[in-house]
């Protein structure tokens, strides 16, 4: 079992910066691929980025392509996204997410078997 918290978010202007972190229990984080979704109000979840185990391979959505970077930790239990360059339309719920049964990256959003709770991320104009 793995539970997963993230902190990070909160309120910021177009154009502003925000990192959010995704705090992992359990001995197991290492093995598994991590992600980043968000949602936001009336829309179901969007994926947004993720990562391999190791964290050597990363992918990214279209839309935050360029702006975004997510990372980990393994030693820390920790991962990361840091978002560049917000825009309005960054505003959503995130949330991270692992999968447990692979390792690779990816953004299938019903392969995710742990989450957490979320964060809200508010961009203003």
């Known amino acids: 079992q793995v539970q997963l918290v993230e902190s990070g978010g909160g309120l910021v202007q177009a154009g502003g910066s925000l990192r959010l972190s995704c705090a992992a229990s359990?001995?197991?984080?290492?093995?598994?691929?991590m992600g980043w979704f968000r949602r936001a109000p009336g829309k179901e979840h969007e994926f947004v980025a993720a990562i391999s185990w190791s964290g050597g391979v990363t992918i990214y959505a279209d839309s935050v392509k360029g702006r975004f970077t997510i990372s980990r930790d393994n030693t820390e239990n920790t991962m990361y996204l840091q978002m560049n360059g917000l825009k309005p339309e960054d505003t959503a719920v995130y949330y991270c997410?692992?999968?447990?049964?692979?390792?690779?990256?990816?953004?299938?959003?019903?392969?995710?078997?742990?989450w957490g709770q979320g964060t809200q991320v508010t961009v203003s104009s």
């Open positions: 997410a692992a999968d447990r049964d692979l390792r690779v990256a990816h953004k299938e959003v019903a392969a995710y078997d742990y």
């Open positions: 359990g001995r197991t984080f290492s093995n598994y691929a």
